[in-house]
Nanobody, 122 residues
Framework: VQLVESGGGLVHTGDSLNLSCAATGPAFKSYAMGWFRQALGGEREFVAA????????LYGDSVKGRFTISRGNAKSMGYLQMNRLKPDVSAGYYCVVDTSSRTMAAGRGDYWGQGTQVTVSA
């Protein structure tokens, strides 16, 4: 599985962004997919994950209520809608797939994209 993220950029506090993840490879539909982020000089942080069916959705505590994960299996796409952005969410955002959304919530993933940068100005 190869993953390519898009949709990042420079925005202002309070703005919204919708990140996209385009997956290639026939196995995407059977994988859980998720998002991680890593700020410059910081540790990698779990953001959100969704099972292949959408029946399991998990969020990191810091993004609950502000971010929404979704996926479109027919088009092998994943999304992360980010609302009410603040400077503290500035980071590289990475799309990840794994056999289990719970494994991703524990900080691991089988396949990783190259990331898209999100920068929120005050």
């Amino acid at each position: 599985v190869q993953l390519v993220e898009s949709g990042g950029g420079l925005v202002h506090t309070g703005d919204s962004l919708n990140l996209s993840c385009a997956a290639t490879g026939p196995a995407f539909k059977s994988y859980a997919m998720g998002w991680f982020r890593q700020a410059l000089g910081g540790e990698r942080e779990f953001v959100a994950a969704m099972s292949w069916s959408g029946g399991v959705i998990l969020y990191g505590d810091s993004v609950k209520g502000r971010f929404t994960i979704s996926r479109g299996n027919a088009k092998s796409m994943g999304y992360l809608q980010m609302n009410r952005l603040k400077p503290d969410v500035s980071a590289g955002y990475y799309c990840v797939v794994d056999t289990s959304s719970r494994t991703m919530a524990a900080g691991r993933g089988d396949y990783w994209g190259q990331g898209t940068q999100v920068t929120v100005s005050a």
